[in-house]
């Protein structure tokens, strides 16, 4: 039903986007990019708010849970891949993988805690209640933190919604 946009047939504003996005993928466009790309408006301001979030001063591999528990939350399965490969590629092991998409406590405490988090963050509508903050700062995270997991749970859940709606293969 969504269109699969090319470079060629998006609204002019997704193509520089585009082009970007199929220049860092090798010269693809991945099908998500391809679907969003006809509101310019949600192509542009999930990428921006995605490079935000790359930013932040959670590590990388936090700010992955923070997209796995998301995306597994949001039954997004084009997000689940996408980021299982990128785990991987941070050197994640299978358990740690396995374990985001199967909903299950991480070995990890440090990750632990950003899952729960994130997972307490979405629960209540940000309302967590201060054990729950207190747990997650007790973890060696900071206010920065917990204020960039709710970023993180903005861009991605803009984007696993968005998914599924253009049926995003």
């Known amino acids: 039903m969504f269109t699969a946009h090319t470079p060629e047939t998006a609204p002019p504003d997704s193509r520089p986007a585009m082009e970007r996005t199929a220049a860092a993928f090798g010269g693809q466009v991945p099908d998500a990019v391809a679907r969003l790309a006809g509101s310019p408006e949600l192509l542009n301001g999930f990428l921006q ?8 001063t959670l590590d990388p591999v ?3 849970v923070v997209i796995m528990t998301v995306a597994v939350r949001n039954d997004c399965h084009i997000c ?6 990128k785990l991987r590629k941070l050197g994640a092991g299978p358990e740690l993988v396995a374990a985001l998409r199967e909903q299950r406590p991480l070995d990890d405490d440090r990750l632990e805690a950003v899952r729960r988090f994130t997972l307490a963050v979405l629960a209540t509508a940000g309302g967590v209640p201060d054990d729950d903050l207190k747990a997650f700062l007790a973890h060696g995270h900071t206010e920065r933190n917990a204020l960039e997991v709710v970023l993180g749970i903005g861009a991605y859940t803009m984007s696993t919604l968005a998914n599924r709606l253009t049926r995003a293969a």
Do not use: I, N, P, Y
Request: aromatic share 6%; net charge neutral.
């Open 49 to 56: 708010m995605s490079a935000a979030f790359d930013r932040t």
């Open 62 to 64: 936090a700010r992955e």
């Open 80 to 85: 689940v891949t996408l980021h299982t490969g």
